[in-house]
């Protein structure tokens, strides 16, 4: 089946750690997409990646970091410096750019002790 | 900045009752307009987008959306709701002046049998 796994789905870390959330797809897009959900408050974009080995801030970078070396993955690290970081966190691709339809993932709950 | 605003956060209604939520956007150029719906338990999915051509577009389950250009919105209609509708509701817009997607804050629909 075609789709956007994300691992792990509850993520439990204490203040001070950096955490990395997996994000994988194996639907042949070449945009991916890191977003945080809180209550009340949407989807906010962190970063995206239109393109490997090329990414760019979102609205709300600050204290998280990403790489794109292969297609098909995107991981978001969570730093220490992010003030805030328990959330949802969910992971999206598309195949045409920003533009385009989003696919997402099934989301990972991250909850900082 | 873009926006876009949704006015209701939290509709309850009665199976059989109409629907009618709300989305509007500040960014005056040209627009690719989507609802996405976060079933209970699932993946955020999309629910029917807007590009060009008819302003009514039709989605899955019986929904549909109206662009008004003069109005900036892009209101989500169902004629008659299902308990099977309760879910989150995010209508999001691009623009091609800030390449990116916006989404809203989210509507909760919950459907009283």
């Known amino acids: 089946d075609g789709g956007i796994t994300q691992s792990p789905k509850y993520l439990f870390r204490k203040e001070g750690q950096n955490v990395t959330l997996s994000c994988e797809q194996n639907?042949?897009?070449?945009?991916m997409y890191w977003y945080r959900q809180d209550p009340g408050q949407g989807l906010r974009l962190i970063y995206y990646?239109?393109?490997?080995?090329?990414?760019q801030k979102g609205d709300i970078a600050e204290g998280y970091s990403v790489s794109r070396e292969k297609k098909e993955s995107f991981p978001l690290t969570v730093t220490s410096a992010q003030k805030n970081p328990t959330a949802f966190y969910l992971c999206?691709?598309?195949?045409?750019?920003?533009?385009?339809?989003?696919?997402f993932g099934p989301g990972t709950r991250l909850t900082v002790l | 900045a873009q926006s876009v605003s949704q006015h209701n956060h939290h509709v309850i209604l009665s199976e059989a009752a109409s629907l009618e939520l709300g989305c509007n956007y500040s960014?005056?150029?040209?627009?690719?307009l989507f609802w996405y719906v976060q079933y209970p338990g699932q993946h955020l999915q999309l629910l029917l987008k807007?590009?060009?051509?008819?302003?009514l577009v039709k989605g899955i389950k019986g929904f549909e959306a109206e662009f008004i250009k003069s109005k900036f919105s892009f209101n989500l209609r169902k004629p008659s709701v299902q308990w099977s509708d309760t879910a989150e509701y995010f209508c999001?817009?691009?623009?091609?002046?800030?390449?990116?997607?916006?989404f809203g804050t989210g509507t909760k629909l919950q459907v009283i049998p």
């Open positions: 807007y590009f060009s051509g008819d302003p």
């Open positions: 999001a817009v691009y623009t091609g002046g800030y390449q990116k997607v916006t």
């Open positions: 639907l042949n897009h070449d945009a």
């Open positions: 999206a691709s598309s195949p045409g750019g920003s533009s385009d339809t989003q696919y």
């Open positions: 960014y005056g150029g040209t627009v690719n």
């Open positions: 990646s239109q393109i490997v080995n090329d990414f």
